[in-house]
């Protein structure tokens, strides 16, 4: 089981596009995938339509109310544990034991039933997503290029630093994975060089892939279909399948 999380704390980067279309094309590929919504805004569950229930969701097992199982549903797209508001008073809820390892800690004993396990995470570098870094193994960083979007790659990165020595020496930044792209502006290609020196400050690369901006995301998430069914032949689903294939090259060579 491979555990692949999107994160950045900047809002708006394409994380849960990128989560949903990601979790997607590995499914349609044939590999089996749980996407796990760690964000209390919950836009992953959202968008995949996850029927409403009164099952557990991922905070009953992150507090230790319920077992992974109980809280997936089988989706048509991919399996998922869905959000819960109940998420955002983490820090006020959850136990002290193990407390940044609790997602870890879970998912093992899940190990055998997924190939990929994928974590969406809040635009925020607290417990959450300190919980999904402890759990991962390839972190990849959607970005938006504009300056804003850059500056907290930087953060990122000092975070990763520390889950690597304290909690997760496994972890690994895959790389900023760029989203919305527009590559006619002349701001992109500033931005393009800025990025290329943060990726030498974090040591992760760029992806080549870069996912264009197209409305047919927004369409289909409007819809709260998959992109893949509703607009198969958009740039953004093109390039997502791109992208799937770019990250299992680079996995695959180690
Ligand atoms: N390739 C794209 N083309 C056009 N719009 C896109 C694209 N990718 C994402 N969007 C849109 O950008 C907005 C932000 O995307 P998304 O919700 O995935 O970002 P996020 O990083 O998860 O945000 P948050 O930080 O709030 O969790 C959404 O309205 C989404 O539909
Ligand atoms: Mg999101």
Do not use: W
């Amino acid at each position: 089981m491979r555990v692949v999380t999107f994160s950045n704390q900047k809002g708006g980067v394409a994380k849960t596009t990128s989560t949903y279309c990601f979790a997607a094309v590995l499914k349609s590929l044939g590999h089996r995938v749980l996407v796990i919504d760690m964000d209390p805004q919950m836009n992953v569950t959202l968008i995949s339509k996850v029927p409403e229930d009164d099952l557990p969701r991922i905070y009953q097992v992150m507090v230790g109310e319920a077992e992974f199982p109980e809280a997936i549903r089988e989706l048509e797209q991919f399996d998922i544990v869905p959000g819960s508001i109940l998420m955002s008073s983490a820090d006020k809820t959850f136990p002290e034991k193990n407390r940044n390892r609790l997602l870890k800690l879970a998912l093992e004993k899940i190990s055998d039933r997924y190939d990929y396990v994928v974590i969406d995470t809040p635009p925020s570098m607290g417990l959450l997503t300190v919980n999904a870094f402890a759990a991962t193994n390839d972190l990849i960083i959607p970005a938006k290029a504009e300056i804003l979007a850059l500056s907290g790659i930087k953060q990122i990165y000092d975070l990763i630093r520390e889950i690597k020595k304290k909690t997760n020496p496994d972890i690994c930044i895959r790389g900023i994975l760029f989203t919305q792209f527009t590559s006619r502006t002349n701001i992109s290609s500033t931005m393009m060089e800025m990025a290329t020196s943060m990726s030498e400050i974090i040591h992760a690369p760029i992806f080549e892939t870069k996912i264009r901006s197209t409305v047919k995301v927004q369409e289909a998430q409007a819809y709260r279909e998959s992109l893949f069914d509703m607009f198969p032949s958009s740039t953004a689903a093109e390039d997502y399948k791109a992208f799937v294939k770019e990250y299992l090259e680079v996995i695959s060579n180690g």
